[in-house]
């Protein structure tokens, strides 16, 4: 006999399912054990007569059982047990060394055991949908995906915070980002593409949003006429990613996360405001405000306070924030008449998910732009790219953890399946 998922049990059929123990209730004549899978929970009836073993099963042991599932109102669970023929112990489970109110920190070090919580399975479930979705939302618009390299002969992008590894002879580098292997993608006349992948950044950060390997979700399409087409596209990808999680898993993700954590589908257009007019809303409305010299870039204090002010003033949980400093953004980015970057910082829930630009496509600007930045040689294979015809293109990056953290108003450490941080480097 085949396994089947719990939840797909209908009452008066006999089934073969499999599970670890979520509680068991030892009595006299025999035990209740409520069996759980990915799929959900039903409740096991064992009789110590016919299953003298029972005594012996403990909670988080594996179990696999055939037998009937009938209708009992009295069962809390469902109305519905299982009346078992055949019980298979495949594992006893020792006492656990964690709970499920033990410190983070001691929950990442049993991460496999964590995992088991109904809650954190969740999570990922989200996390498959948002990625599916995006794919989806992609392919239906003739994206092509691709997979670029992790070791790298040059540092990407600025030079710093990169992991060096031993690469024989020489040394290598693990990729910060695949920004100049998707603008090669569009030198290469693929016009649309997409990828997933790591992302690798040596960065000494202890805050609840950093981690030095993270899952990327990037993208670049070309012949585009502005930034504002790029902002376009992922305001339309973002509102398809948050109705197909609402549709999957709101309901469940409101009864374990609590109603703060509803899935509101946004509106389009998301509302756009350049950085200076933020500030200056900011301390109109606020009292917040920083010294000259930081108005370049939008601090850390400003992304938190345009949750509240997003809400406020547009009743929107979303903010494309334009106009950033030349000196605050890549070399890369296309820069206008006036030198003002063409690119964008989208916040949401008081957080930066994306940083997304037109790209600067002709080679001497380019070439000018990186040389301004001290860049020079260390970008000369990257600025091969430009030298042969490339069409006009932009693209941005967000992250797939960050993205499910601020869906479940989690930390970084609980929304990666196994957290990477300056501490953190087991299991």
Not at 300 to 310: F, G, M, Q, S, V
Request: net charge negative.
């Amino acid at each position: 006999m085949q396994r089947t998922y719990i939840r797909d049990m209908v009452p008066g059929n006999k089934y073969r399912i499999a599970g670890f123990v979520d509680t068991i209730r030892q009595m006299r004549w025999g035990a209740f054990v409520v069996l759980r899978d990915i799929s959900g929970k039903v409740q096991v009836t064992f009789g110590k007569e016919e299953f003298p073993e029972i005594v012996n099963v403990t909670a988080h042991s594996v179990l696999t059982v055939e037998g009937t599932l009938v209708a009992n109102p009295s069962v809390k669970m469902g109305g519905k047990e299982v009346m078992p023929d055949t019980l298979v112990i495949e594992s006893l489970a020792e006492a656990l060394p964690i709970a499920d109110d033990s410190e983070i920190d001691s929950r990442m070090d049993y991460r496999w055991i964590d995992l088991r919580r109904e809650r954190n399975q969740l999570i990922f479930k989200v996390q498959t949908t948002i990625t599916r979705a995006m794919r989806e939302f992609l392919l239906e618009r003739n994206f092509v995906e691709i997979h670029t390299p992790k070791l790298i002969a040059a540092a990407s992008e600025s030079g710093s915070d990169v992991f060096e590894v031993k690469y024989f002879d020489t040394k290598a580098y693990l990729a910060q980002s695949p920004q100049f292997y998707k603008q090669m993608a569009m030198a290469g006349g693929l016009e649309r593409i997409f990828e997933t992948g790591p992302v690798f950044r040596a960065e000494k950060s202890y805050t609840n949003k950093h981690a030095t390997e993270f899952s990327g979700f990037d993208l670049e399409f070309s012949y585009i006429d502005s930034m504002y087409d790029v902002m376009k596209l992922q305001e339309e990808m973002l509102t398809a990613v948050l109705t197909a999680v609402k549709e999957a898993h709101g309901e469940e993700i409101v009864a374990l996360f609590g109603p703060e954590y509803e899935v509101v589908v946004p509106t389009t257009p998301f509302p756009v405001m350049k950085l200076k007019d933020l500030y200056r809303e900011l301390e109109e409305r606020y009292g917040y405000s920083v010294p000259e010299e930081l108005h370049g870039d939008l601090t850390t204090d400003a992304e938190r306070l345009c949750a509240r002010y997003t809400k406020e003033k547009y009743g929107h949980e979303f903010l494309f924030v334009t106009d950033y400093d030349a000196k605050e953004r890549a070399f890369y980015h296309m820069r206008n008449e006036e030198g003002v970057p063409q690119g964008y910082d989208l916040i949401w829930r008081g957080v930066e998910i994306t940083t997304g630009a037109q790209r600067e496509h002709r080679y001497e600007q380019l070439k000018r732009q990186a040389d301004e930045k001290g860049l020079g040689e260390d970008v000369a294979f990257y600025l091969e790219f430009f030298r042969y015809g490339c069409p006009p293109h932009g693209g941005f990056g967000l992250g797939i953890d960050r993205l499910t953290m601020l869906f479940l108003g989690l930390s970084i450490k609980e929304a990666q399946f196994l957290f990477r941080g300056p501490n953190r480097l087991t299991p």
